[in-house]
Antibody, heavy 119, light 109 residues
Framework: EVQLVESGGGLVQPGGSLRLSCAAS????????MSWVRQAPGKGLEWVAN????????YYVDSVKGRFTISRDNAKNSLYLQMNSLRAEDTAVYYC????????????WGQGTLVTVSS | SYVLTQPPSVSVAPGQTARITCGGN??????VHWYQQKPGQAPVLVVY???DRPSGIPERFSGSNSGNTATLTISRVEAGDEADYYC????????????FGGGTKLTVL
């Protein structure tokens, strides 16, 4: 059974940093693109970042470029999102999602972790 | 960047058919995917590649895509179908960006 479990969310002050983790199991992690998708309270879904199987390609939504870094450790079956210079508008539930093999949709999602940026 | 437009809400009586649209410039040339999200839960894929269903998704869920509009159709709507629905495409023209529609709240009357 595919499982994605996020952790690392919490309350952080504006300008602060936070590192999210996603532990994957039930599939060959190193064979899939992975993504982070976020959802602000009461709002819709927003794709944040993608990373290729070997980490050689990474893509970001414009609003987080230069502040967020996506990475992965295939030996630990883990996906990460390093978030720096956080802003109030980054407040959201952050989901880890698997990209369907060779395709362009998300076939599995974690339950999400809440990040709140507030003073 | 590519924009997907969904109606904020759709209401339907139980047993009837719900149609949720997703508008975009020449969206018919793209593959459209649909997600269902119930309150407090993660999204679930219900239709991919315009009209295919993942295993475990009822046949009542179907999709179509042509011209400037993609449509998610839910037949014989049940109370348990009440949720937010999001369309999504991959925009190859904008640095590999993945785009979601704003979401549609389906209310079962």
């Amino acid at each position: 059974e595919v499982q994605l479990v996020e952790s690392g969310g919490g309350l952080v002050q504006p300008g602060g940093s936070l590192r999210l983790s996603c532990a994957a199991s039930g599939f060959t992690f190193s064979s899939y693109w992975m993504s982070w998708v976020r959802q602000a309270p009461g709002k819709g879904l927003e794709w944040v970042a993608n990373i290729k199987q070997d980490g050689s390609e990474k893509y970001y939504v414009d609003s987080v470029k230069g502040r967020f870094t996506i990475s992965r450790d295939n030996a630990k079956n883990s996906l990460y999102l390093q978030m720096n210079s956080l802003r109030a508008e980054d407040t959201a539930v952050y989901y880890c999602a698997r990209v369907a093999a060779g395709l362009y949709y998300f076939d599995y999602w974690g339950q999400g972790t809440l990040v709140t940026v507030s003073s | 960047s590519y924009v997907l437009t969904q109606p904020p809400s759709v209401s339907v009586a139980p047993g009837q058919t719900a149609r949720i649209t997703c508008g975009g410039n020449n969206i018919g040339s793209k593959s459209v995917h649909w997600y269902q999200q119930k309150p407090g839960q993660a999204p679930v894929l219900v239709v991919y590649d315009d009209s295919d269903r993942p295993s475990g998704i009822p046949e009542r869920f179907s999709g179509s895509n042509s011209g400037n509009t993609a449509t998610l159709t839910i037949s014989r709507v049940e109370a348990g179908d009440e949720a937010d629905y999001y369309c999504q495409v991959w925009d190859s023209s904008s640095d590999h960006h993945w785009v979601f529609g704003g979401g549609t709240k389906l209310t079962v009357l």
